[in-house]
T-cell receptor
Framework: DQQVKQNSPSLSVQEGRISILNCDYTNSMFDYFLWYKKYPAEGPTFLISISSIKDKNEDGRFTVFLNKSAKHLSLHIVPSQPGDSAVYFC?????????FGAGTTVTVRA | NAGVMQNPRHLVRRRGQEARLRCSPMKGHSHVYWYRQLPEEGLKFMVYLQKENIIDESGMPKERFSAEFPKEGPSILRIQQVVRGDSAAYFCASYDRGGETQYFGPGTRLLVL
């Protein structure tokens, strides 16, 4: 069962512009949400997270928004840089278990 | 990724052989997860372990797969009698019960010929 969905498998954005990645979930028990970034042949690297009691968390160029009523979260990267080109995974947590989306491949064009 | 070690990074096995994947968690972390990533897919939960204890193995195939996390030494994911469908990237993550975030190792890429 796919409890976490990233419906856009890829995203291409020009350097300096905003990247917006979207994620939807179905399980209302999820209480913590994370974004991971992954380069080829490496493990996922934690990027940013948000608790279900918040609707926004910001860390430098990265901002995560959570809309609990819509069961939707998004990651904004601004400005996008060439080093941001990677696969981004959305993950949702309940108790100790993480459920991952299939990932969105972001390509930042010069 | 800092601190979570996995070895080997690449492993090639022939059908029917055994594969052993090792994971050393971050210092101070006593919880380990194993995930599998098939091509073009996200990470799928396999098993969650504490030292000397399997907490949740609901994502593990019923046969051929086993995992342990002994009191001393790394966590081991063992796949017996490998088949071509076992070819995947296997990631380990460690977790501190006082925190919320899992930190991943670099993964082991298993190729079954």
């Amino acid at each position: 069962d796919q409890q976490v969905k990233q419906n856009s498998p890829s995203l291409s954005v020009q350097e300096g512009r905003i990247s917006i990645l979207n994620c939807d979930y179905t399980n209302s028990m999820f209480d913590y949400f994370l974004w991971y970034k992954k380069y080829p042949a490496e493990g996922p690297t934690f990027l940013i997270s948000i608790s279900s009691i918040k609707d926004k968390n910001e860390d430098g160029r990265f901002t995560v928004f959570l809309n609990k009523s819509a069961k939707h979260l998004s990651l904004h990267i601004v400005p996008s840089q060439p080093g941001d080109s990677a696969v981004y995974f959305c993950a949702a947590a309940y108790d100790y278990k993480l459920s991952f989306g299939a990932g969105t491949t972001v390509t930042v064009r010069a | 990724n800092a601190g979570v070690m996995q070895n080997p990074r690449h492993l090639v096995r022939r059908r029917g052989q055994e594969a052993r994947l090792r994971c050393s968690p971050m210092k101070g972390h006593s919880h380990v997860y194993w995930y599998r990533q098939l091509p073009e897919e996200g990470l799928k939960f396999m098993v969650y372990l504490q030292k000397e204890n399997i907490i949740d193995e609901s994502g593990m195939p019923k046969e051929r797969f086993s995992a342990e996390f002994p009191k001393e030494g790394p966590s081991i994911l063992r796949i017996q009698q490998v088949v071509r469908g076992d070819s995947a990237a296997y990631f380990c993550a460690s977790y501190d019960r006082g925190g919320e975030t899992q930190y991943f190792g670099p993964g082991t890429r298993l190729l079954v010929l």
